[in-house]
């Protein structure tokens, strides 16, 4: 077993690193404040190979595996988890999806533009009353022979207002429950596409969120994914890789608040000493040391098995439920060693703290990866 990186991967995580101390850092509370989505810095990520990094290079994409993916997710969600949202939303559901079960014309038409970043993915499952239960799907694709009518509505949906392609999943057979469920490829300026008011959310503000309304959506069927029926495995598939991604966010957004604690402790002084040096903030951090290098272990560990072509669902749940938990307990922890500086935002603590509470929610909330991790035990035991 072998933890030291390549210099490759260490050449990743740097390039990583520099973009979001120089380009990413600058805007970041402000774009918090605005709810302003940076698309100008999302390009500069394309450029850097970002947005499709295990798209294989016929394809457009840098052709790089999944740790490479992790390290690069890591190192942008510690300075700006809305932009790493968007990278992951991109990377793991979308090009992935298409990648590992499009059709050579799909790739050819959406595939490549994904990834050289000239347009931008989103994935469409979640509806209003289809979250964690996401066979419950009401929105519909009838078949019409050469083409389905879409209709119905998708909500909570990450990069909805900037995306041109939107892979969206909706019942065609309702009598064969999950096994009915089909996956389009729809663009988003599509007759009949209609994009909702941008969410006013917690966290994670810099990325755009909204619902999508589908009303008669001509979808012709050679953007339907797979055979008939397939759409719900598909994302159920894609949802094992995208959640690595969704852990390296959590990852990131911990080790991020970690070293601005770490940091702020050893400058501040109080009772005439560096905080640091009080066994109170001591304990702290390492324990937040301690928990960033175990999520770290899972999700390395869970990249690791994917890009084996081992069967990676439950590493990948694994280490979202531990990650997101890690992210949220440490950037409370942050908070509470910056005191009342870690209340304001120019200390960026409060920020992470609100940016970690959607990873224990998005692509699948906690409860759902303990779900899946059960299931995974159960079945192994038989
Ligand atoms: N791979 C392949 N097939 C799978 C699968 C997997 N990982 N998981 C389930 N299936 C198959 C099952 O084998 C079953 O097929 P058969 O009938 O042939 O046996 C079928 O799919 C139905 O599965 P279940 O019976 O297990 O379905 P369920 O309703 O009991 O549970 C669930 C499914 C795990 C709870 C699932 O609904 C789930 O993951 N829910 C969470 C949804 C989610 O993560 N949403 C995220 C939205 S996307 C997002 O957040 C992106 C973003 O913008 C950031």
Redesign the pocket.
Known sequence: MDFVLSEEHQMIRKAAKDFAEQELLPGVIDRDEHQYFPEELIRKMADLGFMGMMVRTEYGGAGLDTLSYVLAMEEISKIDASAA?CM??NNS?VCWGIQEYGTEEQKQRYLTPLAKGECLGA?L??EPEA?????AQHTTAQDCGDHYLLNGVKN???NAGIAKVFLVMAQTHPERG??GINAFIVESDWPGVKLGAKENKMGIRGSDTRSVTFQDVKVPKQNRIGEDGFG??FA??T??G?RIG?AAQALGIAAGAYERALRYATERKAFGVPIAQHQAIQFKLADMATRIEAARMLVWKAAWEKDQNRPF?LYSSMAKLYASEVAMWVTIEAVQIHGGYGYVKEYHVERMMRDAKITQI???TSE?QR??ISRHILQQHG
């Open positions: 949202v992951s939303v559901l994935f499952l979640s979250g964690s239960d996401a066979t909570w949906i990450t999950s096994h719900f495995k159920m598939k949802l094992e995208g969704i669902g998005y692509e699948g759902i779900l899946v």
